[in-house]
């Protein structure tokens, strides 16, 4: 994949996609359209469409992000070492786009004990399908 300009970013997302995707920025808690959605399906990165999270991950973390114990395949994200704000983090990338998408805690409640805390701006859900037979 042909990583966009920053120019091209611009142009293809929104404002507030824009500035959480490309700049490391992050949506205000509880505002997201997906901290409290529980429908089954995937995550993919709202910058360039790769799978990131399946909602059988997802869990509610009470912090007003979606939050997943893990990633849908260990190569569909990069973790960065983040100290920015005075902190010691881990920050989450898209491994496709390199767009941020959140950061990685070790609170998690499951045995992974990871906690994927997304932007909702960063992620696109993809309903699974229901058949009937």
């Given at each position: 994949m042909d990583t966009p300009s920053d120019?091209?970013?611009?142009?293809?997302?929104?404002?507030?996609?824009y500035q959480v995707l490309r700049k490391q920025g992050t949506e205000p808690a509880f505002t997201?359209?997906?901290?409290?959605?529980?429908?089954?399906?995937?995550?993919l990165c709202a910058g360039c469409g790769a799978k990131l999270f399946d909602s059988v991950t997802k869990f509610d973390a009470g912090?007003?992000?979606?939050?997943?114990?893990?990633a849908a395949s260990p190569?569909?994200?990069?973790?960065?070492?983040d100290r920015s704000h005075g902190m010691a983090r881990t920050e989450v990338r898209?491994?496709?786009?390199?767009?941020?998408?959140?950061?990685?805690f070790?609170?998690?409640p499951t045995d992974s004990g990871d906690r994927y805390c997304m932007n909702s701006v960063s992620i696109h859900l993809v309903p699974k399908?229901?058949?009937?037979?």
């Open positions: 120019e091209e970013w611009k142009e293809q997302l929104d404002p507030e996609a997201g359209k997906y901290w409290n959605e529980w429908t089954d399906g995937e995550y912090c007003g992000w979606p939050s997943f114990d893990a190569d569909a994200i990069r973790l960065i070492e898209c491994a496709q786009c390199d767009g941020h998408l959140g950061h990685l070790n609170d998690g399908e229901k058949t009937t037979q």
